[in-house]
Structure formats: structure tokens, C-alpha cells
């Protein structure tokens, strides 16, 4: 018999350890539920976001303020976000969101309210009279003054902060002086502009220095005043063959943009050069404002029609029906929402902007090529319908340089070796021409002709087998230092066992290797029988080759860079349909199939590993014919773009995770960043479309604990002044008219 002393202390264990146990269950407990609850909400999270797949380009009606009488007037104020809006002399607020805030009744005569920001108040006039009220944020009145006549319009200078009134033959410029309790005039300018023929609008030019203008639209012409002095500066007539009908100004190309009531819309420039034309509205324009984002802007017509207009690109963009001609509209810069007001109606309009000009080609963009070597930076490679081929730097959208090519020639394929400086075309008449970057435009230092109609290269590619790099970190020391071509002097310098292959389809059936010093085959091997070489991709980090022929079968190639016999096949497999497109990751290939006969237009992912196939639902699938497929290893997605006007991302299972719906024919798709990035071919130029605009939460959320190498923006290499005397008009406008957008 134990002791009672150790009795009672193994009695204490005993009860002190199911005491830590029971904390222990309860903790464990607890951490469990917390962690089921964390996935639970993340699971709900993702799946919420998953069932909104579509996104649509373009302009939508986000909300409508009703009220019950007429509206006068609509004011957005940025400090506040907030709207305010006028029925007579019943002011009210609204949130950015559209909720009411408040409402004040005008104790003064007023009707039109301008307010200033700087001094953050309204001043309150009616219009038609010449009294001016001072009043606060909520309406208390202040001081009245008095104009030297009738007050037709008024407007804030956020340039000065001044105020400025107009009226029949009389501009006044006021100050807010003595505290911001008063106004004071600081000039009075009188005009020759009276009731009878009173300006129709006016706009001001955003400037701080004593050459500020503001300009007005009268009759078919525009008369200008300088700011500062109150002096006439201009008076353009017979700009148009209709009057005048609206009327803005864009600051950073300081273009003044008119409009008529024939519809007619004209752009001109400082010189009053007019610089283009657009024209599309069936009636009168009745306002035109500034678009959010770009060198673009908004009309708005009598025909019931809200239009975008892009100044980089001379054309309508977008296009918006709406019910009844509106009576106001305004925007802000670098704001999604604004507005328009007709009737008792404010329309709050969001603008779902997916997708931004790029670069201006001014000829159809038929394929985008991004290089992947680890070394260097990445580029575009953009093959035009004009047989031109642009080397484009991404995160700028800058020609970095331009190989120019005889049109007539028809440009097939290219591929560019970017550590050599080296970039090869293959033309319709089976010509390989060799080119080098490292000027603007490209020296042409070989043509290599076509032997005969069967060995004639439907494809080119450049297999880029990297083993030595160690000169990874030296390379980016020395890229903020120097040009991207001395950059490539160096890798040359260095002894290396890297190697860089030059490979060819030909329509006989053939994959060969090509001596990119002579253009001689040492080698080649038979891969599609007769009916030709599709397309090529290679998968470096593997040591493959995967190629497609017109006999729908897709092979997959073991390369031995420094053998003599250089690849030799790994695995084949049938396809129903013929492979138009392919990329991979890592193990993962993906391919766009499409039939014209049975309307498919699918895009598939095979495991090279075990050869599995991953579909999905035939309602994912493109409406039309597909005209590129691309992949980003860094996120595991695939892209493909179709002439329906809509791009779609893929998940690494082949899951469809968002719908684009850009209105557009797309002819062209490619990623240029890691982190998702996309660049499209639309019309004739190269588009944008950022990650932030389309990835799911849950890709984003994986974005903010990985690491990306800081992207370097390329300056394009300056004109060969020599090479361009040499050349036609035809062709150095060819090669100037491509550059990046504002």
C-alpha cells in the first residue's frame, strides 16, 4: 500500500493531466471549427465568384434617380462624391451609389448652382437675372453681387479659382476674396455678343499660366478668349457647314472637338488644323464630353444614341441606345461612373472598361508571339496583314523596332531568337528571310529561296535550350544600365552551353533544322505524311517538340540540341478534328480544335504525363471560328479568342473561370506577363486587357503571396536616318504611323 503523501500526488497527475487533455480536446475543438468555417466561407467565396463568369465590355445602365418634377441641372462634386440635382429651386443629394441624402429648398431667387471646390461653396444665380448668391455647402445663404447684365451661363475655374460669368456682351471674371465671403469682379470683358447672337456653350482649357483660353461655340464657328488678359485671341468661322450644337476640349493633345446639327463631329488641333472627322449620329449631337479613359470621348444625339469615339484609332468604339434624348450629361477622368439626365431622370452609367489600345498598328493584327527567355525581357512579336513584323515591348506598348517586308509577298510565320538579335520570316513564295533587331528598322542580311513548292516552310520556330544561367543576376544588373541589344553582346561573350535552333514545317510533311548561317537543312524527318505542318510548339523545359499536321494527328518529339539527328518522336495521338492551335505548361498541352463543317470550335488539355484528357461542358465552347490560344505558366491559365468577340480563360482542369465579351472580332491573343496580362489583336491594332480586369478573387488572393520580378519598360531603338532616304514615303509611313497609345 502506497503511502498517502504519493497517493495524493499521483492523484493530483491524474486529475492535472485529463485537465490538459480536456483543454487540449477543447482546443483542438475550437481550431477545427475556426478552420471549417475559414473553408467554408472561402469555398462560398470561390464558388460565388465562379457563377459570375461573364464580364461584358462596354457601357451599362448602373441606376436611375427618379424624381418628381423637371430637372434643371446635375452637378457631380468629386470631394464629396456625391450628386446634386435641381428641380427649380428643390436642391438634393445623392450618394455615389445613388441613396438620397438630403434635400434643401433654395431661400433665394436661383435656378443653376455652380460650385467651388476650392473654396467649398456654391454660388447660386437664376438664370436670365444678374444676381449672384454666395452660399454654403448646405445652402445658408451669404453675399449677393451683382453682374453688369443677365446671366446666361457660369462656370468654375479650377485652374484660378475663379468664377466666370457670361451674358449678352459681357464676360466678368470673378475672385473669392475677403475670407471667401465676397465676390469680387477681377475684369469685365466686353464682347460683341449679344441676346441676339449669344454663344450657344463653353469650355475651358485646363492650363495654370497666363495663356489659359476659354472657348465658345457660335454659330459655325468658335470664338476664343484668353483668361488672364479677357482678350479675343480668335474667332474661327465656318468650321462646319451646320451651326455649332456642343462643343469640348482635350487637354493633353489640346484638341478642340466640335460637333454640328448635321451630326458632323471634327477634331482640331492647336493650329486649328483639323486632324479627323467622325461621323455616324442620323441628328444633331447635342453634347460631347470627355471619356474616362484615353484619347477617346462621348456624343450624345437627338437619334437616341450615347457614342465612343477613340482618337488613336479615328473610330467609334462603342455604341449605346438610350430612350429618349438626354438633356445633361458629365464624366470625370479616371472615373467608371457618370451620368445623363432627361426629363424627371438621372442615369447613372457604369463603364465596364476591359480592355485599352495599346499600341497603333494601322494594319490588321494576324498572330501575337511573347518570348519566354528567362534572361532577357519579355517582347511581343506581331505579325501584321501589311507583311510586317513589330517587335513590342508589353508593359508600354513602344515598337521597340520594325521588319519591314514587301506586301505583295504575303508574311506566313516568323520567329525570333531575342538573345541573338535575330528574328527569321518565311513568305507565301516559300523565302525564309533573315533579319537583325538591333536597328530601326530591321537590317535584312539574307533571303533564303524556296527549293521547291513541298519543301516550302509553313512554320517557323526557335527552340531555345537553356542550360547555363548564371548570368541571370549580371544580366539584370546591366539591363538598367544599358540597351537591350548590348545586353544580347554580352550572352554572345560569354562562353555557354546553351543553344538556340532554328526549325521549320514544311507543306511535304517534313519537320527540319535549318542552319540559320546558310539556310541549309542537315537534317530533317518525316512527321505528317503529305498533307503538311501545321503548327509547332516547343516545351523547353521537357526537351520537346509538339507538332501539328493537316492529317489531325499531333506528335510529340524527344530534341537533342547538339545531335546531329536533332529529334526523334516521343508519342502521337489521332484527333477528330484539326488542331489549329497549341501552347503548353509544363506537362500540359493545350489545343484548340475546329471543324467549319460540324461548327466546332472546342479548346482541349492533354497530360503529356499519362495522356489524359480534360474537356468540358459543349456550352463553354466558342460560337465561332477561333483565332488563338495562349498560356501562362506563372498562373496555370490558358486564354483563347474567337471572331464571336469573346475571349476565355481556362483553369489548368479546363474549366471555364471568366467569359469576355469584348464586342469585337478578336483576330489574335497572347499573354505577356506572369501574372496574366493579355494582349488582342482587335481591328487594326494591338489591345490590352490587364489582369486586375478579369481575374477571379481567388487568383488574385494566390497573386498576393507570390513574387514577380520587377517588368522593365524598353524605349524604341531611335530611325535609321540612312535607311530611311533610301526607302518610299509609302513604306516610312508604314513604319512611323505604328506607335504606342497616350
Known amino acids: 500500500m502506497k503511502p498517502p503523501d504519493k497517493m495524493d500526488t499521483t492523484e493530483h497527475q491524474i486529475f492535472l493531466q485529463r485537465k490538459l487533455m480536456d483543454v487540449r480536446k477543447r482546443a483542438q475543438y475550437h481550431w477545427a471549427f475556426l478552420r471549417d468555417s475559414v473553408k467554408s466561407v472561402k469555398k462560398s467565396v470561390e464558388e460565388a465568384d465562379m457563377r459570375e463568369l461573364g464580364i461584358s465590355h462596354g457601357i451599362y445602365r448602373e441606376r436611375s434617380l427618379s424624381h418628381q418634377q423637371q430637372i434643371t441641372q446635375v452637378l457631380f462634386i468629386p470631394e464629396y462624391k456625391e450628386y446634386l440635382t435641381n428641380e427649380g429651386q428643390t436642391f438634393h443629394f445623392f450618394d455615389e ?17 455652380v460650385f467651388s471646390s476650392q473654396t467649398n461653396q456654391f454660388v447660386g444665380y437664376m438664370q436670365g437675372q444678374e444676381h449672384l448668391y454666395l452660399m454654403s455647402k448646405h445652402f445658408v445663404p451669404g453675399t449677393r453681387s451683382k453682374a453688369v447684365g443677365r446671366i ?22 470673378w475672385m473669392f476674396r475677403y475670407g471667401a465671403r465676397y465676390l469680387i469682379p477681377r475684369k469685365t470683358t466686353t464682347t460683341d455678343f449679344g441676346e441676339t447672337n449669344m454663344f450657344i456653350t463653353m469650355v475651358l482649357e485646363e492650363a495654370t499660366d ?29 468650321l462646319h457647314s451646320q451651326p455649332l450644337t456642343a462643343m469640348t476640349f482635350f487637354n493633353p493633345y489640346k484638341y478642340v472637338i466640335t460637333a454640328a446639327r448635321d451630326g458632323c463631329i471634327k477634331v482640331w488641333d492647336a493650329d486649328w488644323k483639323i486632324r479627323m472627322v ?29 457614342r465612343v469615339w477613340n482618337m488613336d484609332t479615328s473610330d467609334e468604339i462603342d455604341k449605346v441606345l438610350i430612350d429618349d434624348p438626354i438633356e445633361g450629361i458629365d464624366t470625370q477622368m479616371d472615373n467608371d461612373i457618370f451620368y445623363t439626365f432627361s426629363s424627371n431622370r438621372v442615369d447613372l452609367w457604369k463603364l465596364q472598361h476591359l480592355y485599352y489600345i495599346h499600341t497603333h498598328i494601322g494594319y490588321k493584327v494576324n498572330s501575337i508571339k511573347v518570348t519566354s527567355h528567362p534572361l532577357l525581357p519579355q517582347r511581343a512579336v506581331v505579325l501584321c496583314r ?16 520594325t521588319m519591314l517586308l514587301k506586301q505583295s509577298e504575303g508574311l506566313i510565320d516568323a520567329a525570333y531568337a531575342i538573345a541573338e538579335d ?16 538591333n ?31 548564371s548570368g541571370r543576376s549580371d544580366i539584370f544588373t546591366l539591363a538598367k544600365h544599358t540597351a537591350q541589344r548590348n545586353k544580347a553582346k554580352v550572352l554572345r561573350g560569354k562562353p555557354s552551353k546553351n543553344r538556340t535552333l532554328l526549325l521549320g514545317g514544311r507543306k511535304d510533311g517534313y519537320i527540319c533544322l535549318i542552319d540559320w548561317l546558310t539556310g541549309e537543312v542537315p537534317f530533317k524527318v518525316e512527321a505528317h505524311g503529305s498533307k503538311g505542318v501545321l503548327s509547332m510548339v516547343a516545351n523547353t523545359k521537357s526537351d520537346q517538340l509538339i507538332s501539328a499536321g493537316m492529317d489531325n494527328i499531333i506528335k510529340v518529339w524527344r530534341v537533342y540540341p547538339f545531335a546531329h539527328e536533332a529529334f526523334t518522336p516521343l508519342m502521337s495521338f489521332y484527333c477528330a478534328q484539326c488542331p489549329s492551335f497549341m501552347t503548353t505548361i509544363n506537362i500540359s498541352l493545350g489545343i484548340a480544335f475546329q471543324d467549319l463543317a460540324t461548327a466546332t470550335f472546342s479548346v482541349v488539355l492533354y497530360s503529356l504525363a499519362d495522356r489524359n484528357r480534360f474537356d468540358h461542358k459543349p456550352d463553354d465552347d466558342h460560337m465561332d471560328r477561333i483565332t488563338g490560344l495562349s498560356s501562362c505558366p506563372r498562373m496555370k491559365l490558358y486564354a483563347s479568342s474567337s471572331i464571336d468577340g469573346t475571349v476565355r480563360i481556362w483553369s489548368e482542369n479546363n474549366t ?13 491573343i497572347a499573354f505577356c506577363s506572369s501574372q496574366g496580362d493579355l494582349l488582342v489583336g482587335i481591328d487594326n491594332h494591338l489591345y490590352l486587357i490587364p489582369h486586375t480586369k478579369y481575374l477571379p478573387k481567388s487568383y488574385k488572393r494566390k497573386q498576393a503571396c507570390m513574387k514577380f520580378l520587377p517588368v522593365k519598360a524598353e524605349q524604341p531603338l531611335p530611325y535609321d536616318e540612312n535607311k530611311l532616304s533610301l526607302m518610299n514615303k509609302a513604306d516610312v509611313m508604314r513604319l512611323k504611323n505604328a506607335h504606342a497609345s497616350f
Request: hydrophobic share 40%; proline share 3%; glycine share 6%.
Open 97 to 113: 451609389d445613388g441613396h438620397k441624402k438630403s434635400s434643401f429648398q433654395a431661400t433665394e431667387n436661383i435656378n443653376r448652382v
Open 152 to 173: 446666361f451661363m457660369a462656370a468654375y475655374n479650377n485652374s484660378t479659382g475663379e468664377l466666370i460669368t457670361v451674358g449678352p456682351h459681357f464676360i466678368t471674371f
Open 210 to 238: 497666363q495663356t489659359q483660353k476659354i472657348y465658345f461655340a457660335y454659330e459655325n464657328g468658335v470664338v476664343v478668349y484668353n483668361i488672364f488678359s479677357g482678350t479675343e485671341v480668335a474667332h474661327k468661322k465656318s
Open 278 to 306: 467622325f461621323v455616324g449620329h442620323s441628328e444633331q449631337v447635342n453634347f460631347l464630353k470627355i471619356y474616362p479613359h484615353g484619347p477617346a470621348f462621348i456624343s450624345a444625339s437627338l437619334d437616341c444614341t450615347l
Open 386 to 401: 501589311d507583311s510586317s513584323i513589330r517587335i513590342i515591348c508589353p508593359p508600354n506598348g513602344e515598337v521597340i523596332t
Open 422 to 437: 535575330t528574328i527569321f520570316a518565311v513568305m507565301s513564295n516559300g523565302d525564309i528571310v533573315k533579319g537583325l533587331t
Open 439 to 469: 536597328k530601326n528598322p530591321c537590317d535584312i542580311v539574307s533571303r533564303w529561296k524556296g527549293s521547291n513548292s513541298e519543301g516550302i516552310c509553313n512554320c517557323l520556330l526557335v527552340y531555345e535550350y537553356l542550360v547555363d544561367l
Open 656 to 668: 471555364l473561370i471568366r467569359l469576355l465579351c469584348l464586342n469585337a472580332a478578336i483576330h489574335s
